[in-house]
T-cell receptor
Framework: GDSVTQMEGPVTLSEEAFLTINCTYT??????LFWYVQYPGEGLQLLLKATKADDKGSNKGFEATYRKETTSFHLEKGSVQVSDSAVYFC???????????FGKGTKLSVKP | DAGITQSPRHKVTETGTPVTLRCHQT?????MYWYRQDPGHGLRLIHY???????DKGEVSDGYSVSRSKTEDFLLTLESATSSQTSVYFC?????????????FGPGTRLTVT
C-alpha cells in the first residue's frame, strides 16, 4: 500500500543553519504531497503542498519540490529560526477513504 | 483557523470504562476525521464522516465507534477503553470545495487509560 518514509529525528540545528528533512514515498497513481507542522501542544497545520510532478510548494521560507523520478518531497529552509522548532510531517493523498497517509514525523530543535 | 474545538482536552480514565470525545466545528464543513497520534506511528485515521449520519472506518477503527447527528459535531466513542488506546486524538476537517486532503486540525485530546 501507499506509504511515506521520512528521516528519523530529532534534528538539532543552530539558528540560521540550512535545513533539509528528507521524505520519500511509495504510491500508486499520482498523489498530492504535503508537509504539515506541529508546534508544541498544538494540532497539525498545513505548511505547504504540491499536487503534481515538478511542482514546488513554498510557505514561510520553507520549500519542497515534488520529484516523481526519485519519489521524493524533501523539505528545505535556507535559514532556520528558533521559532521553527516543531515536529514536521510529510504526507500524501493516498488513502482510499480520502485520508492523508502520514510519515512518522521529524522533530526539529533550533538552538539560539 | 477552521473553528475546530475538541473536548475534553485531557482525560484520564480506567480500563473498561466508556469514553466519548467530542469534536465541534463552527463552519458547516462536510468532511470530518478522527486520527490518533502515537510515537513512531505518525497519525493514523480511525474513522471519518462525509455528512450527517454518514461515517466510515479508517485504518485503525477496532474498538472505536463514531456518530454524527449534526453537521457541527463528530463524536468518537471508546466503548470499553483499553491501555492500548492511550494516545493523543485529533479531529480534522476538510473545507467544502477544497478537496479532502487539505485538512485542518483541532488542538487534540490527550487520553490516558490506566
Amino acid at each position: 500500500g501507499d506509504s511515506v518514509t521520512q528521516m528519523e529525528g530529532p534534528v538539532t540545528l543552530s539558528e540560521e543553519a540550512f535545513l533539509t528533512i528528507n521524505c520519500t514515498y511509495t504510491a500508486t497513481g499520482y498523489p498530492s504531497l504535503f508537509w504539515y507542522v506541529q508546534y508544541p501542544g498544538e494540532g497539525l497545520q498545513l505548511l505547504l503542498k504540491a499536487t503534481k510532478a515538478d511542482d514546488k510548494g513554498s510557505n514561510k521560507g520553507f520549500e519542497a519540490t515534488y520529484r516523481k523520478e526519485t519519489t521524493s518531497f524533501h523539505l528545505e529552509k535556507g535559514s532556520v529560526q528558533v521559532s521553527d522548532s516543531a515536529v514536521y510531517f510529510c504526507a500524501l493523498s493516498g488513502g482510499s477513504q480520502g485520508n492523508l497517509i502520514f510519515g512518522k514525523g521529524t522533530k526539529l530543535s533550533v538552538k539560539p | 483557523d477552521a473553528g475546530i474545538t475538541q473536548s475534553p482536552r485531557h482525560k484520564v480514565t480506567e480500563t473498561g470504562t466508556p469514553v466519548t470525545l467530542r469534536c465541534h466545528q463552527t463552519e458547516n464543513h462536510r468532511y470530518m476525521y478522527w486520527y490518533r497520534q502515537d510515537p513512531g506511528h505518525g497519525l493514523r485515521l480511525i474513522h471519518y464522516s462525509y455528512g450527517v449520519k454518514d461515517t466510515d472506518k479508517g485504518e485503525v477503527s477496532d474498538g472505536y465507534s463514531v456518530s454524527r447527528s449534526k453537521t457541527e459535531d463528530f463524536l468518537l466513542t471508546l466503548e470499553s477503553a483499553t491501555s492500548s488506546q492511550t494516545s493523543v486524538y485529533f479531529c480534522a476537517i476538510s473545507k467544502n470545495g477544497q478537496g479532502p486532503y487539505e485538512q485542518y486540525f483541532g488542538p487534540g485530546t490527550r487520553l490516558t487509560v490506566t
